[in-house]
T-cell receptor, first 117, second 115 residues
Framework: GAGVSQSPSNKVTEKGKDVELRCDPI?????LYWYRQSLGQGLEFLIY????????KSGLPSDRFSAERTGGSVSTLTIQRTQQEDSAVYLC???????????????FGSGTRLTVV | GENVEQHPSTLSVQEGDSAVIKCTYS??????FPWYKQELGKRPQLIID???NVGEKKDQRIAVTLNKTAKHFSLHITETQPEDSAVYFC???WGYGGSQGNLIFGKGTKLSVKP
């Protein structure tokens, strides 16, 4: 697609429920990233997928968070047993593959605003 | 791991003045340094980037400088306009192993340009 697409744009869920957030990256972008942004805060790294390599999950805050990327394209971030502190905007980004000395900037999606009540 | 410090956290300037935002990084293997602008309620957007083999890059009213020895880089905005008001994030690439290409972001600078 022309840009990074995220769905839903807004999600309100009850505490304790599971949620799934979807990211559809730009075609040809093999690198995909998830970040979390709490109100007025910076970008907190969650997870990074690069091609067929094992994902870097070092940013996931707890084992309630997981993500997968099927077929090297669409990614789903799942939060189980949601808590109020999970409320934030979840941003997905994609980029061309990192190749040696050359880096590429990310293109971000519009995000999913998650509210846990 | 990589750590990126960004200063100031807030910056207020008069329209027409210059604004400078500074970042330092810890990973000497970092070689890519982008800057993002995030307007209220919108997604971060790449505005300029610099690679480690370049010391300065300009694009109209914005410029970025990089000092690899000191491990710091800066964003310069000249002739500021009200539409420059936004949160600006710096980032540095993580240079090791399977996480190469992963960007570590600073905490952001909220720039306000007063007309």
């Amino acid at each position: 697609g022309a840009g990074v697409s995220q769905s839903p744009s807004n999600k309100v869920t009850e505490k304790g429920k599971d949620v799934e957030l979807r990211c559809d990256p730009i075609s040809g972008h093999t690198a995909l990233y998830w970040y979390r942004q709490s109100l007025g805060q910076g970008l907190e790294f969650l997870i990074y997928f690069q091609g067929n390599s094992a994902p870097d999950k070092s940013g996931l805050p707890s084992d309630r968070f997981s993500a997968e990327r099927t077929g090297g394209s669409v990614s789903t971030l799942t939060i189980q047993r949601t808590q109020q502190e999970d409320s934030a905007v979840y941003l997905c980004a994609s980029s061309l593959p990192w190749t040696g000395e050359v880096g590429y900037g990310y293109t971000f999606g519009s995000g999913t605003r998650l509210t846990v009540v | 791991g990589e750590n990126v410090e960004q200063h100031p956290s807030t910056l207020s300037v008069q329209e027409g003045d210059s604004a400078v935002i500074k970042c330092t990084y810890s990973d000497s293997a970092s070689n890519y340094f982008p800057w993002y602008k995030q307007e209220l309620g919108k997604r971060p957007q790449l505005i300029i980037d610099i690679r480690s083999n370049v010391g300065e890059k300009k694009d109209q009213r914005i410029a970025v400088t990089l000092n690899k020895t000191a491990k710091h880089f800066s964003l310069h905005i000249t002739e500021t306009q009200p539409e420059d008001s936004a949160v600006y994030f710096c980032a540095a690439s993580w240079g090791y192993g399977g996480s190469q290409g992963n960007l570590i972001f600073g905490k952001g600078t909220k720039l306000s340009v007063k007309p």
